[in-house]
């Protein structure tokens, strides 16, 4: 929990930080994209692959290397030289993310019986929100505070003593796990998928930046192709020695394979959302860090409460109900939002943000925990860290395409006049309803994906397996309250 905390932190703490960091640094607009997509890219790229890393070596082992990696690349943002540097690390802090959180799933899913890891991902679903309040604050506190003269860069020396932490805590409390049969790294099947994504991600990301060149589109659909082979050849590697990268069997699983798909889709509205909102906030309003870093608070408290309870009171008793109602709540939220920022327009106060972002923070809580748990809830354990690396993979693979996206439904609707990044006060008159507009057309694609959400949860499991009570408890359930048992 402490290593899922960290990268949530390090992730919501640098989009607080986007203003200061392109003006301290010089950074230009490309440059401040690549210092969240390259993270992002770096992570998905590289999770299927450390989540089978961890089956074959041991979860431990691979944690413990993943967490020291992703300390020491925090400290080499955090002493970067200059914009390039920094991109950089942060690519590097991105792999060694991709080798630490596929084990966080893993180890919690091959530790503890099905009957008690709803508890353990209701605590997940609770750090998700603790790291969502925490991110945006701290970071604001540390920009505002200016620690030394050093700007930005605290942002990520913070990580130093939670990581330094993570692998003292790690090296004593987890219990090594690895896959029961001898399995071997498919190199094959790491290039594949890597190439594959990166084919499809990169020209997301680089687009409307490069004017949507021709080999963009080919990359893309080279990638379906290169991510066809991926499937044809881990069948063949299936059969001849049973070691694949990614185990294709678990397709076969209907909770995985639905979960899988609404997790993808969920990761695509979350990057718009969140990169848009930090732009609308700080550029297009002329907020100061601290103030967008404590609107932010009613959401993430949201999150926190809202997934605490999900996993423990409500989907026990209603399944994957809370899951839809999450997604028409969340859905909800946005479009209140919306129709706030064109009621009030550019006078809008954090506390008139305080009502759409706790009914959006509640749905969102309604569905991140139990989303994991109903993904994983019949997965077999020997297959745990390929099941997780392939959830945190599709999510940050959504999350990427959702930043690619960004280029279209937020500046796409801009002039690119006024989408450069200004501190000019006389034109804010310009460029803060300019802002305010793409941020609004930016949530209605949020609550159009959510909606598509929605209705993909059909295809889950209306109660996940992991929500049963274990035998000896089943009887008195049963008398109490019949309709908990499936």
């Known amino acids: 929990m402490t290593a ?25 607009f490309s440059q401040i994209q690549w210092i969240t997509a390259g993270y992002a890219l770096a992570f998905a790229a590289g999770l299927v692959t450390g989540g089978r890393l961890g089956d074959i070596h041991g979860r431990k082992r691979l944690f413990l290397i993943g967490i020291g990696g992703f300390t020491v690349a925090s400290a080499l943002c955090g002493f970067a030289a200059g914009p390039e540097m920094l991109v950089a690390a942060r690519i590097l802090q991105g792999a060694m993310a ?3 959180v596929p084990q966080v799933l893993s180890i919690v899913h091959a530790t503890f019986p099905a009957h008690e890891r709803g508890k353990v991902f209701g605590l997940f679903g609770a750090i998700v929100g603790l790291g969502a309040v925490s991110g945006p604050l701290l970071g604001a506190l540390l920009i505002e505070w200016d620690l030394f003269g050093l700007g930005w860069r605290p942002i990520f ?8 932490a993570g692998l003292v805590l790690g090296r004593r409390f987890i219990t090594e796990s690895r896959a029961p049969h001898a399995l071997r790294l498919d190199l094959v099947g790491v ?5 594959g994504l990166l084919m499809l991600l990169y020209p997301l990301t680089r687009g409307r930046e490069l004017g949507w060149p021709l080999w963009g589109y080919v990359s893309m659909a080279g990638a379906l192709v290169v991510l066809g082979a991926l499937v044809a050849y881990e069948r063949r590697k299936t059969r001849i020695d049973g070691s694949p990268l990614i185990e294709l069997s678990l397709f076969r699983v209907k909770s995985f394979a639905a979960g899988i798909a609404v997790q993808t889709v969920f990761g695509v509205g979350l ?3 969140f990169l848009v909102w930090t ?7 002329g907020w100061s860090e601290l103030r967008a870093g404590l609107t932010g608070v009613p959401f993430s408290i949201a999150v926190s409460v809202a997934a605490g ?42 506390w008139q943000m305080a009502l759409p972002l706790v009914v959006m923070g509640a749905g969102m809580g309604l569905i991140v925990a139990p989303l994991t748990d109903a993904i994983l809830s019949e997965v077999p354990r020997e297959h745990s860290g390929s099941a997780s690396g392939l959830i945190s993979t599709v999510q940050q693979m959504g ?18 006049r006024l989408a450069g990044m200004t501190d000019d006060r006389p034109a804010r008159a310009e460029i803060g309803p300019a802002f305010a507009n793409a941020f609004q057309n930016s949530l209605g694609w949020v609550a159009a994906v959510l909606l598509a959400i929605f209705l993909l949860m059909f295809a889950l499991p209306k109660r996940p397996t992991g929500q049963q009570e274990p035998p000896e408890e089943r009887e008195s359930a049963n008398e109490r309250v019949p309709e908990l048992v499936s």
């Not at 899922?4 to 230009?28: E, K, W, Y």
């Not at 290039?191 to 190439?195: E, I, W």
């Not at 732009?279 to 309003?285: T, V, W």
């Not at 990427?400 to 796409?412: E, N, P, R, T």
């Open 191 to 195: 290039a594949l998928v890597t190439l």
């Open 271 to 273: 990057g718009v959302f």
């Open 309 to 350: 309870v999900s996993v423990q009171k409500l989907v026990p008793r209603f399944g994957r109900k809370v899951l839809q109602a999450g997604a028409l709540v969340m859905a909800a939220g946005v479009l209140l939002y919306v129709w706030e920022s064109e009621r009030y327009g550019m006078a809008i106060a954090s």
């Open 279 to 285: 732009l609308y906030m700080q550029f297009g309003l």
């Open 98 to 100: 991709a080798l630490m």
């Open 157 to 164: 020396l913070i990580n130093l003593p939670v990581g330094i």
């Open 399 to 416: 999350n990427a395409l959702g930043l690619g996206l960004v280029s279209v439904v937020f500046f796409g609707t801009m002039d690119d």
């Open 4 to 28: 899922a905390f960290m990268d949530l932190v390090d992730v919501t703490i640098v989009n607080v930080a986007i203003p200061s960091i392109q003006r301290d640094a010089g950074a230009t």
